[in-house]
């Protein structure tokens, strides 16, 4: 018989208490018992992880609904912090076991992960990460209401992207001024919760024993490949690599556009005075046209993704009172993704869908494995399935386009990738100098904000947008919700040029590589993951410079 019944309710502290208790309170005589009890374990976790998965789902996709709200905050203020406890008591039962040290390699990864959460569990962490969960679902309200009158009609930022393309100026310019001071109308609000969010995050590390939340999140996040100097190197790589090929990019773009200078709205606009890019009308004809892609790659992965829309777990358009942004979320339980974006029309939407699609064929390909910790995955790792899908996509995006549009579609995005990693590199850089300077005014942080622009930003005029430039870093959610989750998508990029590499000699080889790493969840680590679809990690300037090379030679083939 299962440990736990898949109807208990896994909203309700008073429902889990008691499995909670059995846990605890079980005798442990042998290895076996101990096998079981991680297997018992898994098992409530899942149902509790896609308890947590629904009610997140819902608050981010209606965060103007009170009952919603009430419901997650419900779950944040009176389920998480007696899970938080409850977690530090089992892990200590697996690793102070006796028999610890006999359980099967299929387990080292578990071991080597509880450990470390063992090390930096405090009691006293857990009202701190309470309310910092708190503020952050204060930040996603926030955002979820920023509207605009537009033309007429009341739009979402996710909507107003696409004016950004427009052809005519005058239009961008107000676009993105209309955009801009309604985002800043809240940045007092923002930049105060940030303000809280610094000082909490500081004080659980301290109380954790470490120097500053740089070292607490490098070993809550279990990255036990890289270092923080490893990720310091990787922004002096981009610097020398990527900057100049960006910088370039936009001086051309200046003298196509025939500008003095290059203003923030001229940064989405075709520089050959073509109009936008329309791959799809509606959000179903966005999942059609990828259906056709997945299919024509392979049947195993058009038949994953019909899963998605067949099972309703997609929730695709923008609207009011949706949080921005985009992402996947695996329903443990009910191995199933669900997929949340803002869908308005865009090729980036595209991109995008196309993007949580890989996360959710890393689920798929994972689900087979018996244990939750199993079919989880090293973030960095993550990403390259997603990051890889967007490359490996490019054959078929005809689905959208005629040729001459898919190749353009083309080229933006390899030319995205070049300008991505000097923003990623900002966003990092910008974390670990928060945490490392904790105690820094608002005019300290727009200070050095505006310093990583100079060193990693774009070749952009901001003069008249001084205020809001210094607090531009508000729009970017991971520093809120997620803190130190942004290099990741810099190293999955490496991964996935990698990937797109060998994909561009034997389509059939890469797949078979990308499947190989995927199936295999988290029961290995980041390198040994890497390496298991034929990969190399590493944070080097000639290796960024080789895979950026290969972005370089595909556009010197495709047609401007």
Not at 90 to 118: A, D, F, M
Not at 144 to 164: D, H, N, R, S
Request: glycine share 4%; net charge negative.
């Amino acid at each position: 018989m299962s440990f736990v019944s898949d109807d208990l309710d896994a909203t309700s502290w008073k429902e889990i208490e008691p499995f909670m208790n059995n846990l605890r309170d079980r005798e442990l005589n042998c290895s076996t018992c101990l096998e079981t009890f991680i297997s018992d374990r898994s098992d409530l976790s899942e149902i509790i992880s896609e308890a947590r998965a629904k009610l997140y789902i819902n608050m981010t996709c209606h965060t103007d609904d009170e009952k919603i709200q009430k419901s997650w905050m419900d779950f944040v203020e009176n389920v998480s912090p007696k899970l938080s406890e409850y977690s530090d008591i089992l892990n200590r039962r697996i690793i102070e076991h006796e028999s610890v040290s006999k359980l099967p390699k299929q387990y080292e990864i578990l071991v080597k992960g509880l450990k470390t959460n063992i090390e930096i569990f405090r009691e006293e962490n857990i009202p701190l990460q309470t309310k910092a969960t708190k503020l952050v679902t204060e930040y996603n309200e926030i955002c979820g209401a920023q509207m605009v009158e537009y033309e007429g009609e009341q739009k979402t930022f996710a909507q107003m992207a696409i004016y950004l393309e427009n052809t005519d100026r005058e239009i961008r310019e107000k676009a993105w001024k209309t955009v801009a001071e309604r985002r800043f109308q809240d940045n007092e609000r923002i930049s105060e919760i940030y303000d809280e969010l610094i000082k909490i995050r500081h004080k659980i590390a301290k109380n954790a024993g470490f120097e500053g939340y740089q070292q607490y999140m490098f070993a809550a996040m279990h990255r036990f490949d890289y270092t923080i100097d490893d990720c310091l190197e990787f922004h002096d790589s981009i610097e020398a690599v990527c900057q100049p090929l960006r910088l370039k990019n936009d001086e051309e773009r200046r003298e196509k556009l025939g500008l003095d200078k290059l203003r923030p709205w001229d940064m989405s606009v075709d520089v050959m005075g073509r109009p936008p890019l329309q791959p799809f009308k509606d959000v179903q004809e966005m999942v059609d046209g990828c259906s056709r892609i997945f299919h024509s790659m392979s049947e195993e992965l058009g038949k994953y993704f019909d899963q998605l829309d067949a099972n309703d777990c997609l929730d695709l358009d923008s609207r009011k009172g949706k949080a921005p942004g985009g992402y996947q979320y695996y329903l443990q339980k009910s191995r199933m993704p669900f997929i949340f974006m803002n869908a308005a029309g865009t090729q980036r939407n595209v991109e995008t869908m196309i993007h949580e699609a890989g996360h959710a064929f890393h689920s798929f390909y994972s689900g087979h494995l018996e244990l939750i910790h199993e079919r989880d995955s090293p973030i960095e790792f993550a990403e390259v399935a997603s990051m890889s899908m967007e490359l490996l996509t490019h054959p078929h995006w005809e689905e959208f386009y005629e040729e001459k549009d898919a190749d353009r579609a083309r080229r933006n995005h390899l030319e995205d990738i070049i300008a991505f990693m000097p923003w990623m590199a900002t966003i990092d850089a910008f974390q670990h100098w928060i945490y490392a300077n904790p105690e820094h005014t608002r005019e300290e942080r727009a200070a050095k904000w505006l310093e990583l622009g100079d060193r990693f930003g774009p070749e952009v005029d901001m003069n008249g947008f001084d205020e809001i430039h210094k607090v531009s870093w508000q729009r970017q959610g991971h520093l809120f919700g997620v803190p130190f989750y942004y290099v990741e998508y810099g190293i999955a990029q490496l991964g996935a040029l990698q990937m797109w590499q060998y994909h561009r000699q034997n389509t059939e080889d890469a797949l078979s590589r990308y499947k190989a790493g995927l199936s295999l969840g988290y029961t290995r680590g980041l390198t040994e993951l890497f390496e298991a679809s034929g990969l190399s990690l590493s944070f080097s300037e000639s290796h960024v410079s080789d895979l950026i090379g290969e972005i370089e030679s595909a556009l010197e083939i495709i047609p401007s």
